[in-house]
């Protein structure tokens, strides 16, 4: 049962190009979005948030843009850094205070330099 | 900075044995999760904890996994009857309120069951 999916397993990107990162979620009751990323050997790392009522938010580098009727969120990071090459999870939740989050499998991004 | 820690890093344990995965969260943190990522599969969450008792959890917790804050700076996932299917990164979690964007997480132990 894949709630939220991304479909890249991996993606290579060139220094100070933009990565693009896909996730696609199934449940319509999910109203609330994540991004964390993961070096290894570390725990996630919370990245940025969307909730429902918005369908962009930005910080610094990094952008979620979120299409509600595609139920579907990207993340976007200009200019990409090799510092940005770790696994991104994608998580949503119907509850914006949510505890209970679904995550996604994970994209692995290499920024190459 | 404040960080989540966790101990052991990596534990090794026979099939049917009780594990106990410790967690230090930050401290003036009030909200407490454990989530476990299976090698090759997605983070999946498990249990939240607050206010010494569990909030929420998912259906992977089942009787067989217990959480417990024993003192004022522990929180601990005891699994009693450790299954091979429990071969996991099991990663603590903490916040100061509620909601995964202000969530911390630790390093993870390494569980594997032999």
């Known amino acids: 049962d894949q709630q939220v999916k991304q479909n890249s397993p991996s993606l290579s990107v060139q220094e100070g190009r933009i990565s693009i990162l896909n996730c696609d979620y199934t449940n319509s009751m999910f109203d609330y979005f994540l991004w964390y990323k993961k070096y290894p050997a570390e725990g996630p790392t919370f990245l940025i948030s969307?909730?429902?009522?918005?369908d962009k938010n930005e910080d610094g580098r990094f952008t979620v843009f979120l299409n509600k009727s595609a139920k579907h969120l990207s993340l976007h990071i200009v200019p990409s850094q090799p510092g940005d090459s770790a696994v991104y999870f994608c998580a949503a939740s119907d509850d914006n205070y949510g505890q209970n989050f679904v995550f996604g499998p994970g994209t692995r991004l290499s920024v190459l330099p | 900075e404040p960080e989540v820690t966790q101990t052991p890093s990596h534990q090794v344990t026979q099939m049917g044995q009780e594990v106990i995965l410790r967690c230090v969260p930050i401290s003036n943190h009030l909200y407490f999760y454990w989530y476990r990522q299976i090698l090759g599969q997605k983070v999946e969450f498990l249990v939240s904890?607050?206010?010494?008792?569990?909030?929420?959890k998912s259906e992977i917790f089942d009787d067989q996994f217990s959480v417990e804050r024993p003192d004022g700076s522990n929180f601990t996932l005891k699994i009693r009857s450790t299954k091979l299917e429990d071969s996991a990164m099991y990663f603590c979690a903490s916040s100061e309120h509620r909601g995964g964007d202000t969530q911390y997480f630790g390093p993870g132990t390494r569980l594997t069951v032999l």
């Open positions: 969307i909730s429902s009522i918005k």
């Open positions: 904890f607050y206010n010494n008792e569990i909030s929420e």
